[in-house]
């Protein structure tokens, strides 16, 4: 009796097994009447990651109302594999969370996930790994394959971020003036003994003359300027003011004779000016002065533009007059004498050479200045260090050697002295762009955009900069905006990424210099426009100026209709 009912327990357990396994393998075997439907159909690298989405269609009568299944998108490619986020799904009587498909009707659901783009992903294939479960049968479906690769176009920009450089104040001609002045008594032009021979004359004689004899200076001419203060009739203070000139000009010749500056003997040299009342200088020496109720006496200039009627106003304001007479108007009694003149610095020839063999004869904005005449980087360096040594409080120094650093590849030599130019002028715009090139160029995009961002309005080097960080991030439309009317391959490829095919064949073709990623655009752009022509001889350029391309290319999705191309395989073999 027991060895009956034991043979009858292991048949019905074998029958159950039987009918789990059944339902298993017979929706193993249907799963080809799941329809998937992926969006894009080639997927795309954006903003550093993949994105997947797959409608996924169930059909009616195929969903086991015992069943659950997990479902995998997974990348496979040449050396491993990376899955996206598992789906799981059940039938009507499964107690669980997950997603419930009818079995009567079926059902459509959307599936959305994404993962890192890792470059070996642009040869693979995307397959759904599924694996069904009832009660404690489980059973693996056959992969099976819904999509090819992955379109990486995004990942052809040039990080080469755009540092700004401490810019020089060196200019070779400096115009300079040099003034003095003689000052005459109340309604006279004659010159005063002690006028003549005042410190003040003494040294602007010894001006003309240094500028008439050194090389390195142009003596360009004199102004003369005469005035007289504006208390008396406007007809006597025009006489007494010209008279003041004629003097003055006489005064000034003959010294110049007598210092040997021949420019004495050119009336053209001499630039003449007469004021008759000098408001303007009034008014100046009163804004300037501590004299009581000046405010008053202000008022009464702007309420009055009649000479005449301010010079009442202003006498019946007694209280202030005398000492307006005693301190404001005899200043006004003048020839004023401005010499102007150029000082000649040195030329660049004889920068560059003092430079390399003695930059201690350079000031810091000549050491700077000179470096921007040497091609060889190695040159500029050793001149900023020059000017880092002798100038070491500085900041402009300390950056501009890390901008040779960084073009150089030596980027943590370059963000230590881009650190000390920091230190030296803190949250200087300048120095916070290139921090955030460094930043960029090691990958921390974060950090980069803090740093851009406190360099905005340096310079098209920081829009340049924020363009890259819109390419990388996936926000193309942003990097078309940053990089705005650059022609260079970045701009380009942001609107190829846009789909702005023709602004970046613009581009392209109005790059002055040639490069390989140019071409290589262009056959990105023809085989998006189907212009066969185009890819190959764009891209037959490109390979040969860069033999690095032809492995790009056989991998490059952007040409997946080509790879089979006899001429595109010739080309990138």
């Known amino acids: 009796m027991k060895r009956t009912l034991g043979l009858v327990a292991v048949v019905a357990l074998s029958g159950l097994i039987t009918v789990s396994c059944s339902s298993l393998n017979k929706m193993k075997k249907r799963a080809g009447e799941i329809s998937y439907s992926v969006t894009p159909e080639t997927l795309v690298a954006k903003g550093g990651m993949v994105d997947l989405k797959i409608d996924v269609t169930f059909p009616a009568k195929y969903f086991n109302k015992k069943v659950a299944i997990e479902a995998t998108p997974v990348l496979r490619f040449k050396g491993g594999e990376k899955a996206y986020e598992m789906k799981a799904i059940q039938g009507e009587k499964v107690q669980g969370n997950a997603e419930v498909i009818p079995y009567e009707a079926g059902k459509t659901i959307t599936y959305v996930s994404r993962v890192p783009f890792e470059d070996a992903m642009r040869l693979s294939d995307l ?9 404690a049968k489980v059973v693996k479906f056959e992969p099976r394959k819904i999509g090819d690769g992955v379109i990486a176009t995004e990942m052809l920009v040039v990080n080469a971020p755009a540092t700004t450089i401490g810019e020089d104040k060196f200019q070779r001609i400096i115009k300079q003036q040099e003034e003095a002045a003689i000052y005459y008594l109340i309604n006279s032009a ?16 010894a001006y003309i003359k240094e500028a008439a004899s050194k090389e390195n200076m142009n003596l360009n001419g004199i102004d003369i300027r005469s005035y007289a ?28 004779r007598k210092g040997k500056v021949e420019q004495y003997k050119d009336e053209n040299f001499f630039k003449k000016f007469v004021v008759a009342e ?13 004299i009581q109720d000046k405010e008053l006496i202000l008022r009464v200039l702007e309420m009055h533009s009649d000479p005449e009627v301010r010079e009442r106003e202003i006498k019946n304001i007694a209280s202030v007059f005398a000492v307006v007479a005693d301190q404001i108007l005899p200043k006004l009694r003048r020839s004023l004498f401005v010499v102007n003149t150029e000082l000649i610095g040195k030329s660049d020839d004889e920068l560059k050479a003092l430079a390399k063999s003695n930059p201690a004869e350079l000031n810091v904005d000549e050491l700077l200045y000179s470096a921007t005449l040497f091609d060889n980087n190695n040159d500029k360096l050793a001149i900023y260090q020059a000017c880092m040594k002798q100038f070491p409080s500085d900041w402009r120094g300390f950056n501009d050697a890390g901008m040779v650093q960084f073009e150089m590849g030596n980027v943590a030599e370059a963000q230590a002295n881009f650190n000390k130019a920091n230190s030296l002028s803190a949250n200087n715009p300048v120095v916070q762009n290139n921090l955030g090139a460094v930043a960029l160029k090691n990958g921390d995009l974060k950090q980069a955009e803090v740093y851009f961002g406190a360099a905005t309005g340096v310079g098209p080097e920081v829009d340049y900069n924020k363009g890259i960080i819109a390419i990388k991030s996936g926000d193309y439309a942003a990097a078309v905006n940053y990089f705005g009317k650059c022609n260079c391959v970045n701009a380009a490829l942001a609107n190829v990424l846009a789909g702005n095919n023709n602004e970046a064949l613009k581009k392209l073709n109005a790059e002055s210099k040639e490069c390989p990623m140019s071409y290589y655009l262009k056959a990105v752009i023809g085989a998006r426009t189907n212009d066969a ?27 997946a209709k080509y790879f089979e191309n006899s001429d595109f395989t010739s080309i990138v073999k």
Do not use: H
Not at 127 to 135: L, N
Not at 193 to 205: A, D, G
Not at 278 to 290: L, Y
């Open 278 to 290: 000098d408001w303007d200088g009034f008014k100046k020496a009163m804004e300037e002065s501590n």
């Open 127 to 135: 397959e759904i790994d599924i694996t069904g479960s009832k009660g």
């Open 533 to 559: 022509n185009a890819v190959m001889s764009n891209l037959s350029k490109a390979c040969a100026m860069d033999a690095s391309f032809k492995q790009l290319a056989a991998t490059d999705m952007e040409f």
């Open 229 to 256: 203060s504006p208390d008396g009739s406007y007809d006597w203070n025009d006489k007494l003011a010209n008279k003041r000139e004629a003097g003055s000009s006489d005064f000034l010749k003959k010294q110049m």
């Open 190 to 205: 004659n010159i005063r003994s002690k006028q003549m021979t005042s410190e003040e004359m003494k040294k602007l004689e």
